[in-house]
Nanobody, 115 residues
Framework: QVQLVESGGGLVQPGGSLRLSCAAS????????AGWYRQAPGKQRELVAS???????NYANSVKGRFTISRDNSKNTLYLQMNSLKPEDTAVYYC?????????WGQGTQVTVSS
């Protein structure tokens, strides 16, 4: 059974930084693509950043230059470094992995950007 557990969310002031972590049960490298999504109240879940097995990355236009996705294969962990946070980044952030035709999701971690 594949499990993804996020951590690192919280309350931060505008302009601040947070790093989200997603710990996978088993190798994070198994996923064809792993990434981060977010869902704000009243909005659809949207892709924030993704990383393919080979290491290539993809970012939403709204976070380019501010967020960085990375992974540590030795720790089976996916990260999302978020800098220059804005109030509009407030959302529940979910870790996702796609493997053998199935999507796997974590439980989500709340990120709130507010003064």
């Amino acid at each position: 059974q594949v499990q993804l557990v996020e951590s690192g969310g919280g309350l931060v002031q505008p302009g601040g930084s947070l790093r989200l972590s997603c710990a996978a049960s088993g190798s994070i490298f198994r996923f064809d693509v792993a990434g981060w999504y977010r869902q704000a109240p009243g909005k659809q879940r949207e892709l924030v950043a993704s990383m393919f097995t080979g290491g290539s990355t993809n970012y939403a236009n709204s976070v380019k230059g501010r967020f960085t996705i990375s992974r540590d294969n030795s720790k089976n962990t996916l990260y999302l470094q978020m800098n220059s946070l804005k109030p509009e980044d407030t959302a529940v952030y979910y870790c996702n992995g796609f493997w053998l035709g199935l999507n796997y999701w974590g439980q989500g971690t709340q990120v709130t950007v507010s003064s």
